[in-house]
């Protein structure tokens, strides 16, 4: 496997076994059958908003075999976002919401995760996005890994955002 040249692509609707059964391995409440089909009916939702411009679902895949590394969903619509909470009048046009950020187990806290959120800034950005929005538990690692890459605590502890303003 060469690790020294992933390529992000566009997700197809053939990734979605792989990337379902890498968040079954991710997501560990993600055992039941019922939360597997749940979940694909979410990715294909994203794929279509992707194909409407709403959204962005990216695969991490290694060059040469193609294997999936990791995945991002990210959402650029301000109507798609309220499915996951209510934007702000005032935030509507500039904020992105990172829906879901997924990496290999193994693959974790080799620098992977920080190649992806310069993906997903980069696109939010390219977006027209002055803002990106995210949910995540305060007992989670990847709380103090967001702290790290100067997102604040927005709202309650569970919110973060980061500001491209500023850059």
């Known amino acids: 496997m060469n690790l020294n040249s992933p390529v992000f692509r566009d997700m197809q609707t053939y990734d979605l ?3 379902l059964a890498l968040g079954k391995h991710i997501y560990q409440f993600a055992s ?3 939360f597997l089909a749940h979940n694909e ?3 294909r939702e994203f794929l279509l908003w ?3 411009g709403k959204a962005e679902c990216v695969v991490l895949e290694e060059s040469d075999s193609h294997e999936l590394l990791g995945y991002f969903l ?3 619509d301000a109507d798609c976002i309220d499915r996951f909470w209510k934007v702000p009048e005032n935030y509507r046009q500039t904020t992105a919401y990172l829906a879901q950020i ?3 187990p193994g693959l974790q806290a080799k620098g992977f995760g920080s190649k992806m959120l310069e993906e997903i800034e980069t696109r ?3 977006n027209g996005k002055l803002k990106l ?3 995540v538990a305060s007992l989670n690692p990847a709380y103090q890994w967001y702290l790290k890459r100067n997102f604040t605590v927005w709202g309650s502890q569970h919110f973060m955002e980061k500001s491209f303003e500023d850059n």
């Open 133 to 135: 929005r995210l949910e």
């Open 50 to 52: 992707a194909g409407q």
């Open 32 to 34: 039941s059958d019922s």
């Open 74 to 76: 990210l959402i650029l």
């Open 124 to 126: 939010a950005q390219a």
């Open 17 to 19: 076994r792989p990337v």
């Open 41 to 43: 009916l979410i990715l």
């Open 102 to 104: 997924v990496i290999q």
